[in-house]
């Protein structure tokens, strides 16, 4: 049961039908086989979001949590939830409860929800998910080579980014970042924000001679968006804005 208590109100919808189903259907087939067996998930917004034209695209590295603990939550599971199941308009970042929380209520979700509040856009409609689709408690202790399969990855973020005509990929972290930099050729800076703070973290943007942009901002898992010395976020509202 999923509880719906941040502040995004929006229509619920649970059949997989029409242009939804159409394009949903056409991402999870691309998601790798070797994947799906693993703890994990492809899809971080709703069937909705996946199928309606959209400016952003948001990415992390890859899922958190334990993969022996949430062992049954494989990949597969969780697309056929989202296909099946979940309402179209669902967001993990504002539907899910994480860390024993309420939905929406942990650190990394209040953050992430911050930046759609600075955007003006209900966190269900954004296509969100991260490059690569199996769980681990930290990226650094991934087992496996995480950029490679980020490799294998690609094709399934690449179908988003064209079919929905997407013109801003917003990457949480530099190493999410500079891999999507590097497979959208983006290299023409456009726009940087160091944090006001002794640690002086970077937020940057990246330009590809398309003018699709990459937006690297410092991960939400450890750094406050939500206070103004340390939020990145205003280089994304700019972009959506010209």
């Not at 709703?46 to 949590?65: E, Q």
């Amino acid at each position: 049961r999923h509880q719906f208590g941040s502040g995004f109100d929006g229509p619920l919808c649970s059949a997989t039908d029409g242009s939804e189903g159409r394009m949903i259907n056409e991402l999870s087939a691309l998601i790798p086989n070797s994947s799906m067996h693993l703890s994990g998930k492809a899809f971080y917004s709703g069937r909705s979001a996946f199928s309606a034209p959209s400016k952003i695209y948001c990415l992390g590295i890859n899922p958190a949590g334990s993969a022996e603990e949430m062992f049954t939550d494989t990949v597969e599971n969780h697309t056929d939830s989202v296909l099946r199941e979940l309402p179209s308009e669902w967001s993990a970042y504002s539907d899910e409860s994480w860390a024993g929380m309420q939905p929406g209520q942990s650190v990394m979700q209040r953050r992430v929800l911050h930046l759609a509040r600075q955007l003006g856009l209900n966190p269900r409609s954004i296509p969100s998910s991260n490059i690569v689709f199996e769980r681990s408690t930290r990226s650094s202790t991934f087992h496996g080579d995480l950029l490679s399969i980020a490799e294998m990855t690609w094709p399934f973020h690449q179908r988003v980014i064209q079919n929905l005509g997407v013109r801003v990929v917003v990457c949480f972290g530099g190493k999410t970042g500079k891999f999507v930099a590097n497979k959208l050729n983006a290299r023409i800076s456009a726009g940087c924000f160091i944090e006001d703070n002794q640690r002086n973290w970077r937020s940057f943007t990246l330009l590809n001679s398309e003018g699709v942009a990459v937006v690297t901002l410092t991960p939400p898992s450890v750094a406050d968006w939500t206070k103004l010395k340390t939020d990145p976020t205003h280089l994304v509202t700019h972009l959506l804005n010209r």
